[in-house]
Structure formats: C-alpha cells, structure tokens
C-alpha cells in the first residue's frame, strides 16, 4: 500500500494535511482531472462493512480524507498515525475558496430547496469570484440520468452534493463515469450549516473533539446513530488483534 495510505477496516485514508488534500486538489482542478473525493467518518465505515456495494464504491474514490475524530484515534491505535483530522465541512471550505481564488466553476447539488437557495445566496456573498455554475435541490429520483446531464451541461469544475452518505456517493460515481472532467465530493448536511438553518459546533467544542456530543444534545434521535462510534471502535481493536498475530 502507498506510504501515504492507512488502512482502517480496508478503508485507505490518505495521510495528508488539509493544506496537502487542497494542494492536490486544486492541481488536479487546473488539468481537468475527474476526481472523486470522499470524507469518511467512523459512521460511513461501519455503513460500508454492512453495504460491500458501497464498500467497493469506496475503494474507487481518488481521494479519502479522515473526517472525524474517531478516525485519527483509530489510525493512531493501529500504530499508523495520520497527521491530522480533515473535516469534510472544512475541505468544502478550501475548495470554495480556491474556487474564489482561481475562478473556477461551482455546482451546488443537495438539501431542501429553501436551504440550497439561501446556502447559495450566501456562498456568492462569501465567495464572489467564484463562478456559480448552478444548483438544485436533493429531493430528485437519484436514478435519473437527467440531472447528471444536467449539471454536466453547466461545466462544473467543482461538484458538491449535499443528499447525506451513502446516496451521495453513489450518485457521484455514476456522475463521474459520464462527466470528463470535475471535482466531485460528498458533502452531507454543509448546506445546511452554510444556509444558516443548522449551526456548527463552537469553537472550544470542536477543539476538544465534543461534536458528538454536541449534535446529541441538539438531536437526540440521532443517538442510534452514534451507535457506530463504539462498535466502530470495537471493530479497529478486533484489527488491531489480527494484525498482532501476523
Ligand atoms: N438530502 C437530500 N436528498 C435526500 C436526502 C437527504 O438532499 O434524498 C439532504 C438533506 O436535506 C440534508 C443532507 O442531505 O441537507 C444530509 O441529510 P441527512 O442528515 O438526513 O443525511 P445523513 O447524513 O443522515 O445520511
């Protein structure tokens, strides 16, 4: 396995630094390279053992970042430490700023109508040189193959699509496979914390690695979900074991 990969539960993260995943990124931008970027959480691994479509859809990603806390303590406990966590809601950032940057073309795709709507209205506040090269919400058939040639139509240099995992990567793939260039990433609820409607952790919670608990106190029905944070833990020390005995 390359040097720069750490495998958690088969998963290959890439080791790289937010600044390195932008780096490339944005070279892979500048020579219209198609590119499929994941950010994994503990949540979407646990998902992927239970879904080996999914799983497999996973290995075909270009890039995988480490989002979440979870995951760096998984790597760390597997004596392959990554350097550091990569929050997916703050590599969408990067890319929108390199999109400001170095005016590139931007597809907005996900969430409720009212929610894309004002999630775009403020990223053309935020990011005014950045082309909007369209938007539409989440609520479609993902099946169908007309918004995939409708947004390919637009030219997006970059795709963010906002339907939650694993939906959203699935449509990304199929995107992709027709599409002949585009950065393409999975970014789950994003629309919803840069339209306003959600709101994102404070600071200090987010330093000390509390968004859990966190999001647990504002949705409690989220509980079950958070299920998978220890058996995802579980499951690393189950690997730990297995590759002690090798
Ligand atoms: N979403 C969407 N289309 C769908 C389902 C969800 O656009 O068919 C959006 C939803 O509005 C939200 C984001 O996907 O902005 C993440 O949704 P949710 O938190 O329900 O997904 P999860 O992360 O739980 O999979």
Excluded: C
Aim: glycine fraction near 6%.
């Amino acid at each position: 396995m390359d040097e720069k990969k750490v495998s958690i539960l088969g998963i290959p993260f890439d080791n790289l630094t937010q600044i390195e995943f932008l780096t490339r990124l944005l070279i892979r931008m500048e020579k219209q390279q198609k590119t499929f970027l994941v950010t994994a959480n503990p949540e979407i691994v646990m998902y992927a053992k239970e879904d080996p479509a999914y799983f497999d859809l996973l290995l075909k990603a270009d890039y995988i970042a480490p989002d979440g806390i979870g995951i760096v303590r998984a790597a760390k406990k597997l004596n392959m430490p990554i350097r550091e966590r990569v929050p997916g809601f703050d590599l969408m950032l990067g890319l929108l700023d390199l999109s400001n940057t170095h005016r590139k073309r931007v597809f907005f795709i996900g969430a409720q109508e009212e929610v894309i709507e004002q999630a775009v209205q403020n990223a053309k506040k935020r990011w005014p040189d950045m082309i909007l090269a369209g938007y539409h919400h989440g609520y479609f058939d993902h099946s169908d193959p007309k918004m995939i040639e409708q947004v390919k139509a637009s030219k997006p240099d970059l795709i963010l699509v906002a339907f939650g995992f694993p939906r959203q990567e699935k449509w990304i793939y199929q995107y992709l496979k027709s599409a002949d260039y585009g950065i393409a990433v999975g970014v789950g609820g994003s629309f919803d914390v840069l339209s306003g409607k959600a709101k994102r952790a404070p600071k200090l919670v987010q330093k000390l690695h509390i968004e859990w608990l966190y999001r647990l106190m504002k949705q409690p029905s989220r509980y079950q979900r958070m299920l998978a944070l220890p058996a995802f833990m579980k499951k690393v020390n189950q690997q730990k074991r297995k590759e002690q005995k090798k």
